[in-house]
């Protein structure tokens, strides 16, 4: 997983609460169990004016020009600024596989869905809660200026604006820790791979017809 340290580019304002999961990557797309490949459909109903399907190339396809993925100001856009509960819906971890592969290394919002939340952090993700009021202004603060952008500093736990501001989130410290490090489930694992390597031994030693 990729580590997390300090991440800065451009802001995506998404002004709508509720965003779901099957919003955020469609049904129809789930039917791969790898992490790469969901990023040209995230937000594929919002995103295009046709329906798409499974294995379908998005090039060429009618595009709807109002949402914010499709203009021109927010392309190459880092970090997702929406509002509240977002990631509702199903459990699906294919909503932030979509959002990685896409090129979103952070979400800020007033609030997560509890499972959405959790998924992000094992797939390299920030979710950063804020209140509110500060969302309110963050939006007015991305939508006055074209190119604006964010500096997120997981070590320090800061959002930075580009006039020097500067604010506060919390996260806790195990999965701050995880991001920092780029450890997901599996590389947690691998740290103690020497112990795993011994107690194998071990068993096979102690009960050999285990082994046969």
């Known amino acids: 997983m990729q580590a997390f340290t300090v991440e800065k580019g451009i802001v995506a304002p998404m002004d709508r609460a509720n965003i779901d999961t099957d919003m955020i990557i469609p049904k129809q797309f789930l039917k791969s169990i790898k992490r790469s490949g969901f990023g040209k459909n995230l937000f594929d109903e919002l995103r295009y004016l046709d329906e798409g399907q499974p294995d379908q190339s998005c090039e060429g396809r009618p595009l709807n020009t109002e949402f914010v993925l499709n203009q021109p100001r927010y392309q190459g856009a880092q970090i997702l600024l929406a509002r509240a509960n977002f990631g509702c819906g199903s459990s699906r971890e294919h909503a932030p596989w979509a959002l990685g592969d896409y090129g979103f290394r952070a979400v800020i ?57 500067e604010i506060a989130f919390e996260v806790d410290d195990f999965r701050r820790h995880c991001l920092l490090n780029g450890l997901d489930d599996i ?26």
Not at 188 to 209: G, M, N, R, V, Y
């Open 109 to 165: 919002a007033p609030s997560f869905a509890d499972i959405f939340f959790n998924n992000c952090f094992k797939n390299g993700i920030l979710p950063i809660i804020l209140d509110a009021a500060v969302v309110d202004r963050l939006f007015l603060y991305v939508e006055a200026s074209e190119g604006a952008q964010l500096a997120i500093d997981l070590e320090r736990k800061i959002v930075a604006l580009d006039n020097g501001e």
């Open 187 to 212: 590389g947690l694992t691998l740290q103690d791979s020497d112990l795993i390597k011994d107690f194998e031994s071990k068993s096979q030693q102690q009960s050999p017809w285990l082994f046969r």
